[in-house]
């Protein structure tokens, strides 16, 4: 079973997360934060991964411990419902319309954590969501998640459509990446026999 429950607790937020790589995008994701949960959301319907997310963080101060130790948990849970990640297909890209929006995602599970962040949010906020924020995820996400992650914004002028865009296209990125490869199933995708 590629499952994983990663909960995490510190003085500024308490998650939990429920990951299942071999889902059917199914999702339940409460994090406090509207907009989050929305493309917490998009994350999971687009990827496949069926996901559960509480996380009660010190919204009293801003989004920002929140939004960023979600991204912590869930690349910790990939981390472990993964495993030693063998027969993955381990790569994974989508370059993924919203309207406006044209958002290219390029991913490798190779445990070398590397962030590209091509994406200008024309908006400072999107309802009361900070969009800076964003990168903050994607950032936590690369780092506890050991993904080599490129995301660029090709075109956009919505704030909202390009955030969802570039949750989608990671998604979409995401799904091709952790499935299992019937033509190499036994087998883990580097020569170096170790990812
Ligand atoms: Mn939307």
Redesign the pocket.
């Known amino acids: 079973m590629r499952t994983a429950t990663i909960t995490r607790q510190t003085a500024e937020t308490s998650i939990s997360v429920t990951l299942d790589l071999d889902g059917t995008g199914a999702y339940d994701n409460q994090t406090g934060v509207g907009f989050f949960d929305?493309m917490l959301d998009?994350l999971s319907r687009h990827s496949l991964i069926d996901m559960t997310i509480r996380a009660e963080g010190d919204l009293h101060i801003d989004d920002h411990h929140t939004v960023e130790d979600t991204g912590i948990a869930i690349g910790q849970a990939l981390v472990q419902a993964l495993g030693n990640k063998t027969g993955i297909r381990r790569y994974g890209a989508c370059l993924l319309p919203m309207d406006d929006a044209l958002v290219r995602a390029a991913l490798d599970l190779s445990a070398r954590p590397f962030l590209i962040w091509n994406v200008d949010l024309p908006s400072p906020k999107i309802g009361t969501f900070d969009t800076e924020l964003v990168r903050e995820f994607f950032q936590a996400l690369s780092t506890h998640g050991g993904i080599t992650l490129h995301i660029d914004a090709l075109h956009g002028l919505n704030s909202?459509?390009i955030t969802?865009a570039a949750f989608k296209s990671v998604a979409r990125a995401l799904r091709e990446a952790v499935e299992l490869d019937p033509r190499k199933a036994d087998a883990i995708p580097s020569t170096k026999g170790a990812l």
């Open positions: 929305h998009q909202h459509h969802e």
